[in-house]
């Protein structure tokens, strides 16, 4: 299969570092391929970004067979540009689409289109510290037929878009609400899919947080609501009595690849992760004995999220002293100085693009 690139005439004006949000602004080209039973995969190109144009009754509108990934390239100081871990976000894409029924794409092929996407807009590479560019690899099934089974034909795409802090909090600690009212997926289920349907559930919790001044959800399991899985854009941790504890992959939880990132610094560290169940009155029991040191969140958008205080039918607790804690600030700058090439990378984590 041979990659094509077609590029725009046209040039859009970048956005200054400063300005940056999350997600508002899309660079000039994307990635297109698409898939159908008589040819397989077929057809990658790169192009400008344009709309996809589809029919009313293509099945992605109706029944949600979509998943996607999220990564990110940072410049160095050097003006290099590098991707942190995109292999596994690949791996992750593929293991998605084998349980919504969709083909299976090549691995190696995909991260090679994706570099050449991200070198033909590597203007678009913001460089100012804790600024990204922001890539969305998505599939959609794009069959124009409304009965329910899986399409046969697909589009795989992907997006860039230069980014900023995911929350508006940026690293200072944000406030949770722990809900027992709603779940947002079950054992046997789609959790552990990074599937649009997974987000559109979360969003009515969602909005009922920020009604009451919190700024995310932290699910529990949606079996006995009694363990905490995770936060739906982030994975959980926290600090009881210097042991470091996430919760275990339960196939409801998605397995972050910044979740194992902070796993493997943790045990490079000498100081091993437990990944294990934790209910929430566990956390409660620890928060009221004054040994809940830390709760931070991990992932690819958040980095790493201090939580600074969470609440729990109607009580609220604090974390610490509602302050960024010493472990959520080690991983944080851990991660960073590796993705932006401030320390070495003894793990290969990172992949250089140009
Ligand atoms: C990410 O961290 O990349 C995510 O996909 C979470 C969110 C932006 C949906």
């Known amino acids: 299969m041979e990659l094509t690139i077609h590029k725009a005439d046209t040039q859009k004006p970048l956005p200054d570092d400063s300005e940056l949000t999350f997600g508002t602004v899309f660079t000039d080209h994307m990635f297109n391929m698409d898939y159908d039973l008589k040819n397989g995969w077929h057809n990658p190109r790169i192009e400008p970004y344009q709309p996809i144009v589809m029919e009313p009754s293509t099945m992605v509108l109706h029944y949600g067979q979509s998943i996607f990934e999220g990564l990110k390239a940072f410049k160095t100081a050097s003006g290099d540009i590098r991707l942190f871990r995109p292999r596994e976000n690949f791996k992750r894409f593929n293991r998605s689409g084998h349980k919504l029924c969709m083909p299976p794409f090549d691995e190696d092929f995909a991260l090679n289109a994706l570099k050449e996407l991200v070198k033909l807009d590597r203007r678009w590479v913001p460089s100012t510290p804790g600024t ?16 329910v089974r899986a399409s046969h034909t697909y589009r795989f795409f992907i997006i860039m878009s230069p980014v900023g802090a995911y929350y508006k909090e940026g690293f200072n600690p944000v406030k949770i609400w722990v809900t027992d009212k709603y779940v947002r997926a079950v054992r046997g289920g789609m959790g552990e899919v990074k599937t649009a349907g997974n987000y559109a559930a979360s969003l009515y919790a969602g909005e009922e947080a920020h009604r009451i001044g919190y700024t995310q959800v932290l699910w529990l ?16 941790f926290f600090v009881i009595d210097d042991e470091i504890i996430t919760p275990s992959l339960s196939g409801s939880i998605l397995s972050g690849v910044t979740r194992d990132t902070v796993k ?91």
């Open 264 to 354: 493997q610094l943790a045990a490079r560290w000498g100081h091993p992760v437990t990944e294990r169940r934790i209910s929430i009155d566990e956390l409660i029991a620890a928060h009221a004995s004054g040994k809940l040191q830390e709760i931070f969140g991990s992932g690819t958008a958040a980095v790493i999220s201090p939580v600074g205080e969470f609440m729990f039918k109607d009580k609220v607790m604090k974390v610490g002293d509602g302050q960024v804690g010493k472990w959520s600030q080690k991983f944080f700058n851990a991660i960073t100085d590796i993705q932006y090439g401030i320390t070495e990378d003894p793990d290969g984590w990172i992949e250089p693009v140009c």
């Open 132 to 147: 990204s560019l922001y890539l969305r690899p998505t599939i959609i099934a794009m069959d124009p037929f409304v009965g």
């Open 221 to 236: 399991d949606g079996v006995e609501l009694k363990y905490i899985e995770e936060v739906g854009s982030m994975n959980i």
